[in-house]
T-cell receptor, first 114, second 114 residues
Framework: SQQGEEDPQALSIQEGENATMNCSYK?????LQWYRQNSGRGLVHLIL?????REKHSGRLRVTLDTSKKSSSLLITASRAADTASYFC??????????????FGKGTKLSVIP | NAGVTQTPKFQVLKTGQSMTLQCAQD?????MYWYRQDPGMGLRLIYY???????DKGEVPNGYNVSRLNKREFSLRLESAAPSQTSVYFC?????????????FGPGTRLTVL
C-alpha cells in the first residue's frame, strides 16, 4: 500500500516562481526522502530529512517535516524550466514484516513554464 | 563509474512468455531493490535484497522471482508474463551511513505484455 500521498497531483508555474509540494503519510518513519524523476528516466535522490529534524535546506530546496501531522513539504525556490519533472516523497521505515523499506507516494508533476 | 545499469531498455512479450531483467551496480552497495511503476501509482516494491545471498518479498511479489547473483547483480524473472505485468521496472541500490540513506536508480526497463 502507498505510504506517502503527494499534493497537488500536478502543478504548473512560471519560471522564477516558487513551487511547493506536500506529502502526507500514515505510519511512523525513520526518515523521509524526496526524489525527482525526469520524463522517461530513473529517480534521482534530492534530499533526506530525519524524523528528529524539522527543516532542511539544500541549494534551492527546502524541506520541512511535521511528525505530529505526519506531513512534509518540499519548496523549490526561483524555479527554472529544468525543474520540470515529477517529484516523489518516500518514507523510510519498518514494514509490518519487520524489514526496512522505502515506500513511495504517487508523485507531483511539476511544469515550469519559461 | 556507471552507477546502476539495467538491460534491456525495452521489451515486448506475449502472454505466457518468460524473461529475465538484469540489473548491476558498481558502487559496492549491499542492498538492491526491484520496483515497478504504473501510471498514477508511484513506485511499488517487488523484491529486495538486503545483502548478497538474501532476498525478500516486497509489496507486489506475485508473478516474479529474483536472484542475487553476487554483490553487483540482482535479476528479476517473469516466469509466465501476464498483461497486468505491463509496466516500467526500476532497479535500485542503496547506501546508508550516519548522515545518508539514498537509493540510486537505474534508467528502467519498459515492458509490454500483449
Amino acid at each position: 500500500s502507498q505510504q506517502g500521498e503527494e499534493d497537488p497531483q500536478a502543478l504548473s508555474i512560471q519560471e522564477g516562481e516558487n513551487a511547493t509540494m506536500n506529502c502526507s503519510y500514515k505510519t511512523s518513519i525513520n526518515n523521509l526522502q524526496w526524489y525527482r524523476q525526469n520524463s522517461g528516466r530513473g529517480l534521482v535522490h534530492l534530499i533526506l530529512i530525519r524524523s528528529n529534524e524539522r527543516e532542511k535546506h539544500s541549494g534551492r530546496l527546502r524541506v520541512t517535516l511535521d511528525t505530529s501531522k505526519k506531513s512534509s513539504s518540499l519548496l523549490i525556490t526561483a524555479s527554472r524550466a529544468a525543474d520540470t519533472a515529477s517529484y516523489f516523497c518516500a518514507t523510510a521505515g519498518y514494514s509490518g514484516a519487520g524489514s526496512y523499506q522505502l515506500t513511495f507516494g504517487k508523485g507531483t508533476k511539476l511544469s515550469v513554464i519559461p | 563509474n556507471a552507477g546502476v545499469t539495467q538491460t534491456p531498455k525495452f521489451q515486448v512479450l506475449k502472454t505466457g512468455q518468460s524473461m529475465t531483467l538484469q540489473c548491476a551496480q558498481d558502487m559496492n552497495h549491499n542492498s538492491m531493490y526491484w520496483y515497478r511503476q504504473d501510471p498514477g501509482m508511484g513506485l511499488r516494491l517487488i523484491y529486495y535484497s538486503a545483502s548478497e545471498g538474501t532476498t525478500d518479498k516486497g509489496e507486489v511479489p506475485n508473478g516474479y522471482n529474483v536472484s542475487r547473483l553476487n554483490k553487483r547483480e540482482f535479476s528479476l524473472r517473469l516466469e509466465s508474463a501476464a498483461p497486468s505485468q505491463t509496466s516500467v521496472y526500476f532497479c535500485a541500490s542503496r547506501v546508508t551511513g550516519t548522515s545518508t540513506d539514498t537509493q540510486y536508480f537505474g534508467p528502467g526497463t519498459r515492458l509490454t505484455v500483449l
